[in-house]
């Protein structure tokens, strides 16, 4: 009988607009994707969940906005770990980092697919502000979690890369009547809807309707605005959006929460 920690297993640490680490562990490997808390904090975060952050082995990175790199450097130097991104990645975050070993530095580019131990994982290019963002996909045993978040919009490249996933982290970013009437400055607001932006809470339910399948069994609502969003409305406009595509929500597949203070369990694909 296999033991429960053969195939992925995985912890949303935290997700939202302050702060974005993901956990993921196999048999051989324990990554973070993004590490936007202080070091501290990450490693309360993973003591939440039976973890240590001496097992970690390497953090990968989507693009070098602070919520997405804080404790980056930290971390990687007092546990040793390898930082994978890909190049212009690394010249924009290089400096906020602080001093790295040589070794500890390796590039991931885009639209490529990297073994690291006994996981798959393949980057894809995401619209968003950054230099050159991209996200990934974890592949194991025939499973496979999908993470997209910080995108302005899902094209239909990134559709066909990421469908038919096991379980997904996707976007939420903004309601959208609350951003309009809330208190950002226009230029924000309009950097927010753009092109390279955020997903609305609107936006990612009608793509998600559009890339999961009957295989896919979790999907947790990511990087929700602290000023623009509130976790409920997130999650019954995706709910509603998503039962009028029959999709099965909450019958095929559970819908599921993130946080920016409390790590998800642990679940098992």
Not at 8 to 15: C, V, W
Not at 44 to 63: F, Q, Y
Not at 118 to 141: C, E, G, L, M, R
Not at 208 to 221: G, M, N, V
Request: negative net charge; charged residues 30%.
């Amino acid at each position: 009988m296999q033991s429960e920690q053969s195939d992925l297993r995985i912890s949303i640490l935290a997700s939202g607009s302050s702060g974005n680490i993901t956990y993921i562990e196999t048999d051989q490997m324990k990554v973070l994707v993004d590490c936007g808390l202080s070091g501290k904090k990450t490693v309360e975060m993973l003591s939440k969940i039976g973890r240590r952050p001496e097992d970690l082995n390497a953090i990968l990175v989507s693009h070098e906005h602070t919520d997405h790199i804080k404790g980056v450097g930290i971390l990687a130097r007092k546990y040793n770990l390898d930082i994978y991104a890909n190049e212009k990645t690394w010249q924009a975050m290089e400096p906020k980092l602080g001093k790295l070993k040589v070794e500890q530095k390796f590039h991931f580019p885009n639209e490529k697919t990297l073994t690291l131990g006994d996981i798959d994982i393949s980057s894809f290019a995401v619209s968003h502000d950054a230099v050159d963002p991209q996200f990934y996909t974890f592949q194991k045993n025939n499973k496979r979690f999908v993470m997209l978040t910080d995108t302005g919009y899902v094209s239909d490249r990134m559709r066909g890369l990421v469908k038919d996933a096991d379980a997904y982290l996707f976007e939420s970013n903004h309601d959208l009547s609350m951003l309009r009437m809330g208190r950002y400055p226009w230029s924000l607001k309009q950097r927010i809807i753009g092109d390279k932006g955020h997903l609305s809470n609107e936006d990612g339910a009608l793509a998600l309707a559009e890339i999961i399948s009957d295989r896919t069994k979790r999907i947790y609502l990511g990087h929700l605005s602290k000023e623009n969003n509130i976790k409920e409305v997130a999650h019954q406009t995706v709910e509603e959006i998503l039962e009028r595509k029959d999709t099965g929500v909450n019958e095929r597949f559970q819908l599921l929460d993130t946080d920016p203070d409390e790590p998800c369990a642990l679940f098992t694909l």
